[in-house]
Nanobody, 121 residues
Framework: QVQLVESGGGLVQPGGSLRLSCAAS????????MGWYRQAPGKQRELVATITSGGSTNYADSAKGRFTISRDNAKVTVHLQMNSVNPEDTAVYYC???????????????WGPGTQVTVSS
């Protein structure tokens, strides 16, 4: 079982920057993908960015050019650097990991509890 803990959320002014981090702990799982989703009030949860163990990244159009996802495989940690934020980025940000418990087990998902990001002046 993998547990995720997010940190780094808070209040930031429009145009500012924020860095989110997510650390995975638990069993010796094979982490395949780590990433970030977000959910704004009244909206569905949506992809922000993901990164594979090999370093391949995928971004939502809203994140391209402003957000950067990075990963520390040794520490099993993923970061989301958010620049040029705007009020539309206000949401609860959730960390996600896709992992295998063992070599032949099917991939499983684990979610963090979420961290609030509020963009407001």
């Amino acid at each position: 079982q993998v547990q995720l803990v997010e940190s780094g959320g808070g209040l930031v002014q429009p145009g500012g920057s924020l860095r989110l981090s997510c650390a995975a702990s638990g069993s010796n799982a094979n982490i395949l993908v780590m990433g970030w989703y977000r959910q704004a009030p009244g909206k569905q949860r949506e992809l922000v960015a993901t990164i594979t163990s090999g370093g391949s990244t995928n971004y939502a159009d809203s994140a391209k050019g402003r957000f950067t996802i990075s990963r520390d495989n040794a520490k099993v940690t993923v970061h989301l650097q958010m620049n040029s934020v705007n009020p539309e980025d206000t949401a609860v940000y959730y960390c996600l990991t896709v992992y295998r418990s063992s070599l032949y087990s099917p991939p499983q998902n684990a979610w963090g509890p979420g961290t609030q990001v509020t963009v407001s002046s």
